[in-house]
């Protein structure tokens, strides 16, 4: 089964860096656009960052970009985001989405269970 694991959140200080690590099994990855969600307390679940499959298009919410970078490893079945210059607002649960096949008619999205980041400030 699809299976979608985070890593990497915590305690930050503020203008920090920290690089969270989406690692996936159970589907052929490099088929599938991988993207990172935040939701912070209280607030709406939002879009970080997108890669399409395999490594293609890449588009930032205009809060993050300029300091924030997504990238895959599709040897390995991996996705990261560097996150640097954090901020206070930055503090939300982020979530790895996988979004596909591509190759199909019908595409399922899958969600990892999500690593706590917080900006200590």
């Known amino acids: 089964q699809v299976q979608l694991v985070e890593s990497g959140g915590g305690l930050v200080q503020p203008a920090g860096s920290l690089r969270l690590s989406c690692s996936a099994s159970?589907?052929?990855?490099?088929?599938?656009?991988m993207s990172w969600y935040r939701q912070a307390p209280g607030e709406e679940r939002e879009l970080v960052a997108t890669n399409v499959s395999p490594a293609g298009d890449i588009k930032y919410a205009d809060s993050v970009r300029g300091r924030f970078t997504i990238s895959r490893d599709n040897a390995w079945n991996k996705l990261y985001l560097q996150m640097n210059s954090l901020k206070p607002e930055d503090t939300a649960v982020y979530y790895c989405?996988?979004?596909?096949?591509?190759?199909?008619?019908?595409?399922?999205?899958?969600w990892g269970k999500g690593t706590l980041v917080t900006d200590s400030s």
């Open positions: 989405k996988a979004w596909g096949p591509n190759n199909r008619a019908v595409r399922l999205a899958y």
């Open positions: 159970g589907l052929r990855f490099a088929n599938y656009d």
